[in-house]
């Protein structure tokens, strides 16, 4: 009787010990998708911010002058980040009395076509 009670306490301590580590695994788990959101909404908003140096730009009817602080932008731009970006198109002999169209290219860091701006295509308006 007294090596029953015995059993019966020892193998209430093993259940309680299992369950015990159920819950840190199940913790751990949680945690673990918790770490990826947060890394994967890092990334977003550091494209995000490299890009809103640009986008302000993109589109038509943009004038000489906004032209020329674009193009500075990216020199600057190229100069201090790995993110190279690409100009096509009018990038000198700018006049002043024209409009001017500006479009992104974007290259996500995986290959997909979102993601940082990797080519600026600017174009005379007629």
Do not use: H
């Amino acid at each position: 009787m007294e090596n029953a009670s015995k059993a019966l306490i020892i193998a209430g301590a093993i259940l309680i010990s299992i369950l015990l580590i159920s819950v840190g695994v199940l913790i751990m788990n949680s945690t673990g998708n918790t770490q990826q959101s947060v890394q994967e909404n890092a990334d977003t908003i550091a494209i995000r911010t490299f890009n809103s140096n640009f986008t302000p730009y993109e589109g038509e009817d943009q004038s000489a002058s906004q032209i020329r602080s674009l193009i500075s932008a990216v020199k600057s731009s190229n100069a201090k980040s790995e993110q190279q970006i690409e100009l096509k198109g009018v990038t000198s002999g700018l006049k002043a009395n024209k409009k001017y169209k500006v479009e992104l290219s974007y290259e996500g860091t995986d290959g997909s076509s979102s993601g940082y701006v990797k080519t600026i295509t600017i174009s005379e308006q007629t």
